[in-house]
């Protein structure tokens, strides 16, 4: 066992002894005869932003051979709605560094990720998978770096009125329990996603929790560790099928929705990046945040009304996205401030010894310096298409990298401290704002879609369908229009509750 393998929860990993990204279709077919597994399910993301499912019985070596060689064709235009049924017929073809052991199937099942290619054999240009990893090559290209991401994945899990141990309300954060009812439902949640090759940071409670009709509503999350963007994309589609259907084997349900009622907490969809060379991380340079991570941070900035376009996709999201909450508003940066878009954590840059201070029978102990730092976009939920989010994240990067005034932008919008304090008022006048709505997402969409359209990693039809789409909700004063009106907030939240 090698140390990249060593005790790696993934059952492929550890009987093949390898990393993901080194799986064969040997390999696959050598474990799947070696632990009699007879089923393959295809699994590939909808428009939707769902996880989609093809179930294959394996007849004979040479049909799961034939299945791993040249995938299977499916109808585009039930999965894309700017496929026309008439040239609708596309291939699914697997990656098999996505291979895990399917956690739910009485049948010993593999589940494969897939990639969608047209009827030529090329790659799909406007399937999101492909926009991402469009995306990350043009950034390796164009400026030598790479991306890492991570997301934190945030749901609430509803149940039944619970009266022993009540939780306080809207204070659930990092609680346990007995006042925190469904940890155990988190813990299973969090070994399934990791024996399916999701690289897991940690999980817990989160701050909401409170009764509305005689049901309970607490929040958790599941924090992810870095990992190339790609693969984070894939981590998070997977994790959230694998919430979703242990909820229902269990009796509950879970919602990713931004906001369910006014007043409580809403579900973000936070992502960690990273800018990555030669596999090391360079967002510091002798303890401070280097010029290639404040450039980064512009281009977050300089495109983040248009990235509510991928992060933000249905009108219960700017019921979120409101002043004076822990969600952001303004479009400004800063470290360690959660009222910011663009948040720079606490990283390991000081002192770090702590372990043997807090340890001293650890006297051989010598810390070695964490590169580990991340800047954390906090304006995306749980509605966001995490592909074409996270392709808009790395397209930014490569914006920012190339703008010429980008140290420029990042210096007037850092924010020292909690954005609305009296001390920021003059600057809080001079930030601009994140769109309010579908409606004016769409609008500012389509004012930047050239940066996007660049070096072909977006298509104009892509960026087209999305605005469509947008502005179909017509939420422009949607705020306004549900003020006092709960029933129908209620109406809308519920069209939305199991959203991406």
Not at 388 to 411: F, Q, S
Request: hydrophobic share 35%; with cysteine.
């Amino acid at each position: 066992m090698n140390r990249q393998t060593e005790m790696n929860p993934n059952p492929l990993v550890q009987y093949l002894n390898k990393a993901p990204s080194d799986f064969t279709r040997a390999d696959l077919i050598k474990y799947i005869s070696d632990h009699d597994v007879e089923m393959i399910n295809f699994r590939y993301c909808g428009w939707d932003g769902r996880l989609k499912t093809l179930n294959f019985v394996i007849n004979n070596k040479k049909h799961l051979d034939s299945i791993l060689s040249y995938g299977e064709r499916v109808d585009g235009s039930s999965l894309f709605s700017f496929i026309e049924a008439g040239s609708s017929d596309l291939y699914v073809i697997p990656r098999y560094k996505t291979a895990f052991v399917n956690p739910f199937c009485e049948v010993p099942t593999l589940d494969i990720l897939c990639s969608y290619y047209n009827k030529d054999g090329e790659p799909l240009v406007s399937s999101p998978e492909y926009i991402l990893k469009k995306a990350h090559k043009v950034l390796q290209e164009r400026t030598g770096y790479t991306l890492e991401a991570m997301g934190e994945l945030e749901y609430y899990i509803i149940s039944g009125q619970q009266t022993l141990f009540e939780a306080t309300d809207q204070k659930g954060y990092h609680e346990a329990e007995p006042f925190s009812k469904w940890g155990e439902f988190r813990r299973k949640a969090m070994l399934a996603i990791a024996q399916s090759g999701g690289l897991i940071k940690y999980g817990h409670s989160e701050v909401g929790n409170f009764s509305l009709d005689n049901e309970e509503y607490e929040q958790n999350e599941i924090e992810f560790l870095p990992t190339p963007i790609e693969d984070a994309a894939d981590q998070l589609l997977v994790a959230k099928w694998i919430l979703r259907t242990l909820a229902m084997k269990t009796g509950v349900t879970i919602t990713f929705a931004p906001k369910i009622t006014t007043g409580k907490a809403g579900s973000g969809l936070h992502i960690h990046s990273s800018l990555m060379k030669d596999g090391k991380n360079i967002m510091m340079e002798n303890g401070r945040l280097s010029d290639p991570a404040k450039k980064y941070i512009a281009g977050m900035l300089d495109l983040a009304p248009s990235l509510t376009s991928f992060g933000n996709i249905n009108p219960m999201s700017y019921f979120r996205l409101v002043p004076h909450q822990e969600a952001p508003t303004s479009i400004c940066w800063g470290d360690r401030n959660r009222s910011v878009l663009v948040r720079v954590p606490l990283g390991w840059t000081g002192n770090l010894s702590m372990a043997r201070d807090a340890n001293p029978q650890e006297v051989d102990f010598k810390p070695h310096s964490q590169h580990r730092q991340t800047i954390e976009f906090r304006g995306a939920d749980g509605s966001a298409d995490i592909y074409t989010l996270l392709a808009g994240l790395t397209v930014a990067a490569r914006h920012g990298i190339e703008m010429p005034d980008a140290l420029k932008k990042a210096e007037e919008t850092y924010v020292g401290v909690n954005i609305f304090h009296d001390e920021n008022k003059d600057k809080r006048d001079k930030l601009s704002q994140l769109p309010s709505s579908c409606t004016e997402s769409a609008e500012w969409l389509e004012k930047q879609m050239g940066v996007y359209l660049e070096h072909n990693v977006f298509s104009e039809g892509t960026i087209q369908g999305i605005v469509s789409y947008l502005q179909k909700f017509n939420d422009r004063d949607i705020r306004a229009q549900l003020q006092n009106k709960p029933e129908e907030l209620k109406a809308m939240v519920l069209k939305y509750f199991h959203c991406g």
